[in-house]
């Protein structure tokens, strides 16, 4: 059973599945490495993405192809030179999140580049579609770094996937090839997998947070404003970021998602998405056969 949704096949992509642009985790070379196998790579810039390090992560992309890149709203703004940068790359993606200004659009569409924008609401998912963004992330509460905690994947995904008619990519606790069948079949476009990518050996993830990452149990995560406040970013409470906790519980400047518990080995993209789609693959052809065959699955 091919693994493929009508969004994944327009975007060329083989399987649908994108790694979110995490900030200091999703470089040039996860990105390539996500695009060979299959997937759609992504760049991530931030809270301290500058138009250098984001030129510095494309020229490491080299000519990998398809490629998207992810900028948070109040630092394109702060720093215009990002979103310059972003568009003359051409990514066959941009994405915008965690802000309401929504004149990055049209600059989008002007350069023939598709948009997207994560959400964590209804609201938010009207609001931008209406906007002409042309992919919503339904961000989920399990979801690792920042933003809104407001609903939990699943029922975020299914309430979007009612409300809107644009293409929708479930993000939030997708490590699991359990968990990706499960989005696909609610509707999904595709998965935004952050932590399952984080210890990849192509993510940017300095060698004692890869180690944190592989320790950590699902349980081990928390949400909190401590580091951005303590760094001065500007990051509304509304926008937390859930992090790791340590062993004796204390909090810790590491992102991670609640599916943190299912990444136990730090093994290459091309690795991660071949299990992720195997997987998922299997039990969709299984969840299939029993609903023809009145055989139940576990």
Request: proline share 7%; net charge negative; hydrophobic share 50%.
């Amino acid at each position: 059973m091919a693994l493929s949704t009508d969004w994944s096949a327009r975007m060329g992509l083989g399987v649908p599945i994108v790694n979110a642009p995490m900030g200091g985790a999703a470089g040039g070379h996860l990105a390539a490495a996500v695009s060979a196998a299959g997937g759609l790579g992504m760049i991530g810039m931030g809270s301290g993405g500058r138009p250098g390090p984001l030129a510095a992560e494309l020229a490491a992309l080299g000519d990998a192809r398809p490629f998207g890149i992810g900028l948070v709203s109040w630092v394109a703004r702060d720093h215009p030179g990002l979103l310059e940068t972003a568009l003359a790359a051409a990514p066959q993606l941009l994405c915008v999140s965690f802000g309401d200004d929504w004149s990055w659009v049209a600059r989008a569409h002007d350069a023939g580049i598709p948009a997207a924008t994560q959400v964590a609401d209804v609201a938010a998912a009207r609001r931008a579609a209406d906007a002409g963004v042309d992919v919503l992330v339904a961000r989920g509460a399990e979801g690792g770094g920042h933003g809104e905690p407001r609903i939990g994947t699943l029922a975020l995904l299914s309430e979007v996937l009612d409300a809107v008619g644009v293409p929708v990519l479930a993000a939030g606790g997708i490590a699991t090839a359990r968990a990706l069948a499960a989005v696909l079949a609610a509707g999904a476009a595709g998965a935004w997998v952050g932590t399952g990518f984080a210890a990849c050996p192509e993510a940017l993830t300095p060698e004692p947070v890869r180690a944190a990452l592989l320790a950590a149990d699902s349980v081990d995560t928390a949400l909190t404003t401590e580091f951005d406040v303590a760094a001065g970013y500007c990051w509304p409470p509304s926008q937390p970021e859930r992090v790791l906790r340590d062993p004796d519980g204390r909090l810790t400047p590491v992102n991670a998602g609640q599916a943190v518990g299912s990444v136990t080995t730090a093994r290459p993209a091309a690795a991660v998405i071949d299990d992720l789609c195997t997987g998922a693959a299997a039990l969709l052809a299984r969840w299939a056969r029993s609903d023809l065959d009145g055989v139940p699955v576990q």
